[in-house]
């Protein structure tokens, strides 16, 4: 092994460490005056019972979070082996991130990808700063799990499978 880099400023190389590490990939979503939003977040984790929390970390760049973070309720959903193109869909940077994404909405206006492995019914509960990112809390207010699905798995910049 090659001896440890110091300072490591180049982004390109902590994005190539940070792929070392496999994640799921989830999608957050809502309407916004009718109209689904959502971005994508690989950077998800379960963080308290007690309260019920999860966190997810966000671009401080992103357009799509201001939409999301106003709303009440927010709809998680945890993707699904074989949902790349949805994740590809609601992760694009132009055009109608929905277009073939089949969805619901729930009463609150949580928005919800037909085929994954959870959904979790949120809103927020704190936000955080996290260096180029924001680290959201989540608090979970219901939820739908199919655990027999399998996780759609990001790692080393691709899409894997899980052995068994």
């Given at each position: 092994?090659?001896?440890?880099?110091?300072?490591?400023?180049?982004?390109?190389?902590?994005?190539?460490?940070?792929?070392?590490?496999?994640?799921?990939?989830?999608?957050?979503?809502?309407?916004?005056?009718?109209t689904?939003?959502?971005?994508?977040?690989?950077?998800?984790?379960?963080?308290?019972?007690?309260?019920?929390?999860?966190?997810?970390?966000?671009?401080?760049?992103?357009?799509?979070?201001p939409?999301?973070?106003?709303?009440?309720?927010?709809?998680?959903?945890?993707?699904?082996?074989?949902?790349?193109?949805?994740?590809?869909?609601?992760?694009?940077?132009?055009?109608?991130r929905?277009?073939?994404?089949?969805?619901?909405?729930?009463?609150?206006?949580?928005?919800?990808?037909?085929?994954?492995?959870?959904?979790?019914?949120?809103?927020?509960?704190?936000?955080?700063?996290?260096?180029?990112?924001?680290?959201?809390?989540?608090?979970?207010?219901?939820?739908?799990?199919d655990?027999?699905?399998?996780?759609?798995?990001?790692?080393?910049?691709?899409?894997?499978?899980?052995?068994?």
């Amino acid at each position: 092994m090659s001896p440890l880099v110091t300072a490591p400023t180049d982004p390109a190389v902590l994005r190539q460490a940070f792929g070392c590490f496999p994640s799921g990939v989830t999608a957050l979503c809502a309407l916004d005056a009718g109209t689904p939003v959502g971005m994508v977040a690989s950077t998800f984790t379960p963080v308290s019972l007690r309260p019920p929390l999860v966190s997810v970390c966000v671009q401080d760049t992103s357009s799509t979070w201001p939409k999301l973070r106003r709303q009440g309720q927010l709809g998680l959903s945890v993707l699904a082996e074989g949902q790349d193109l949805v994740c590809r869909s609601l992760a694009g940077r132009d055009g109608d991130r929905f277009t073939n994404v089949d969805w619901e909405s729930g009463e609150d206006g949580g928005v919800y990808i037909h085929g994954a492995s959870l959904w979790l019914d949120c809103s927020v509960h704190a936000e955080l700063p996290g260096g180029d990112h924001t680290i959201v809390l989540l608090e979970i207010h219901g939820l739908r799990a199919d655990p027999d699905r399998e996780p759609l798995v990001f790692h080393g910049s691709r899409f894997r499978r899980l052995a068994s």
